[in-house]
């Protein structure tokens, strides 16, 4: 139970923080707003158009790509460590892994989507 004790100290004191960081910013912050200083900031110059651009799908799409084979690569950690332990069945399992992998990787890339333009 003392473990839950501390964990729980913990968040206490984050929340206080967080809650003074904030209150100390509305007490001394600036107070006089006007036009000019609520106005978007772009790079010292006059904003135009809209704020948002529309990106192309493919942007999304390897980014996406890029998460998803990433996050998978993070299990190849845990499986070295315990490497010696699995013996040949966690070889195997690996092997099997990583050929899913490249399946998806050749897919990906036969479809074109990690082509640039």
Do not use: C, H
Request: no cysteine; hydrophobic share 60%.
């Amino acid at each position: 139970m003392l473990e839950y004790v501390a964990i729980a100290l913990m968040i206490a004191l984050a929340t206080a923080v967080a809650l003074i960081a904030i209150g100390m910013g509305n007490l001394f912050g600036p107070k006089k707003p006007s036009a000019e200083k609520s106005m978007p900031y772009e790079s010292g110059m006059t904003p135009y158009g809209e704020g948002t651009r529309r990106l192309p799908v493919r942007f999304y799409l390897i980014a996406v790509l890029f998460i998803l084979f990433d996050i998978e690569v993070v299990f190849f950690l845990p499986w070295a460590i315990v490497f010696r332990q699995l013996g040949l069945f966690g070889l195997i399992e690996m092997v099997i892994f990583i050929v899913i992998l490249l399946v998806g990787y050749v897919y990906a890339w036969k479809k074109g989507a990690l082509e640039w333009e």
